[in-house]
Nanobody, 122 residues
Framework: QVQLVESGGGLGKAGDSLRLSCAAS??????MGWFRQAPGKEREFVAG????????DYADSVKGRFTISRDNAKNTMYLQMNSLKPEDTAVYYC?????????????????WGQGTQVTVSS
């Protein structure tokens, strides 16, 4: 089973940019996604991308600020986060969907990384 490792999290101020990476131990032929979980809140969908990158989906809260992409040759997915806000503070997780379809349901994602912390101050 493929394993995922996130990196690129850290501290930033409102308006800053950060880029998260998700490295897979092997090739994934499925859609993938980014989720986040803030303290005291449920894990929520942030963005998803199809296998070939042709279809992308974003939560309304990040649309226009975040960009999801993937490089299948490198088995890596990315999340470019611009115009960060304090409410973006959370642990960010990457995940692999169980099919090639794209969805926002947490239960549809079967492989998860360990998460990377993003903290944005005002």
């Amino acid at each position: 089973q493929v394993q995922l490792v996130e990196s690129g999290g850290g501290l930033g101020k409102a308006g800053d940019s950060l880029r998260l990476s998700c490295a897979a131990s092997g090739r994934t032929f499925s859609s993938m996604g980014w989720f986040r979980q803030a303290p005291g809140k449920e894990r929520e969908f942030v963005a998803g991308i199809s296998f070939n990158g042709g279809i992308r989906d974003y939560a309304d809260s990040v649309k226009g600020r975040f960009t999801i992409s993937r490089d299948n040759a490198k088995n890596t997915m990315y999340l470019q986060m611009n115009s960060l806000k304090p409410e973006d503070t959370a642990v960010y997780y990457c995940a692999v969907h169980y099919t090639a379809a794209l969805s926002r349901r947490i239960d549809d994602y079967v492989v998860w990384g360990q998460g990377t912390q993003v903290t944005v101050s005002s």
